[in-house]
């Protein structure tokens, strides 16, 4: 029959190596003292103490309540300082009035236009090659290197009576300084980057191939985005819209330059709180303001169920 030393032993049917059955093999290996050792000792080395994370979490705490519960206290607390009655009177006056619709519309009018940009720009950066791909990038993230009164300053030079298309817009009685079309025209500039933002790096992680096999079963180019790239990104998008709804409507820089301050024309919301408060009528303009944070605080709840349920679907 030959050296029997050469053929590999055989188990009977009843038996069976460690190596056959990984969880008796785990359970083999954590019982050996070497890992009884390291595990004894994992605690110690991976954990901070307790007197660290509770100093941690005060100081968090502490930060949080100084820099974003206390300012909130204060406002609402100047706002009702003299009464309920006067609150409802300064919202319900015509200039805040006036304030509270030009704020809401250029929301409606800015958020819109950011989610094409938006859309079309991720899509574009992230689905294709093109030359100048870089330099779109780049471009996309200019509002946030450029401050917003330098941005307003650019659109006065442009389309302001002394601008470079001044004297057309006024031959043709157009007008778009001190006017709504600049107030929307300055806000677009410093949101457009929010929707974009979001979604470029959603949509590189995905990659193209649902796209590609979307189109490869007959699909055409709307009915891919609608069924398979929009379900995809609807989270992140759902993100970049309440950022840039966010800074919409508190934007203050950029419009204080092409507003004008027109009560009751080109005076949103900031500027209304700005200007109650340089004429010393400190309750209404934290009325004003208070109703903003309201505002503000509703868009936070969004955002905390949008990122919720996108971690529930993860």
């Given at each position: ?50 007197w660290a994370r509770w100093l941690l979490i005060g100081v ?158 007959g699909a055409s180019g709307w009915q891919t985005f609608w ?66 944070a309201l505002l503000a605080l509703a868009t936070l709840v ?13």
């Amino acid at each position: 029959m030959g050296d029997r030393s050469r053929f590999p032993r055989i188990s009977p049917p009843n038996q069976h190596s460690p190596h056959d059955n990984p969880s008796a093999l785990a359970s083999a290996i954590a019982t050996t003292p070497a890992t009884r050792a390291a595990r004894a000792a994992l605690p110690r080395a991976t954990r901070d103490p307790a007197w660290a994370r509770w100093l941690l979490i005060g100081v968090a705490l502490v930060f949080l309540a100084f820099f974003l519960v206390l300012p909130l206290v204060v406002v609402f607390a100047e706002a009702l300082s003299k009464g309920g009655s006067f609150f409802l009177a300064a919202i319900k006056e015509p200039d805040a009035l006036a304030a509270i619709r030009l704020t809401l519309l250029t929301v409606a009018l800015v958020v819109p236009a950011n989610v094409v940009f938006g859309i079309a720009a991720a899509w574009a950066i992230a689905k294709f090659r093109f030359p100048g791909k870089s330099l779109l990038t780049t471009l996309i993230d200019l509002p946030f290197a450029v401050s917003p009164v330098i941005s307003g300053l650019v659109y006065v030079l442009v389309f302001g009576a002394q601008g470079w298309l001044g004297p057309f817009l006024i031959a043709h009685n157009i007008r778009i300084i001190f006017a709504v079309p600049g107030i929307v025209l300055a806000t677009a500039f410093v949101t457009f980057p929010f929707v974009a933002r979001e979604l470029i790096p959603l949509m590189q992680a995905q990659g193209t191939d649902e796209e590609y096999s979307a189109v490869t079963l007959g699909a055409s180019g709307w009915q891919t985005f609608w069924r398979v790239t929009l379900p995809n990104i609807r989270w992140g998008l759902f993100y970049g819209v309440i950022l840039c709804n966010a800074r919409a409507m508190g934007e203050f820089g950029a419009v204080s330059v092409v507003s004008g301050h027109i009560r009751g024309e080109t005076n949103t919301m900031p500027l209304h709180v700005e200007i109650l408060y340089n004429e010393y009528n400190i309750a209404g303009a934290f009325a004003v303001a208070s109703l903003l944070a309201l505002l503000a605080l509703a868009t936070l709840v969004v955002k905390s169920v949008v990122e919720w349920r996108q971690t529930r679907t993860a």
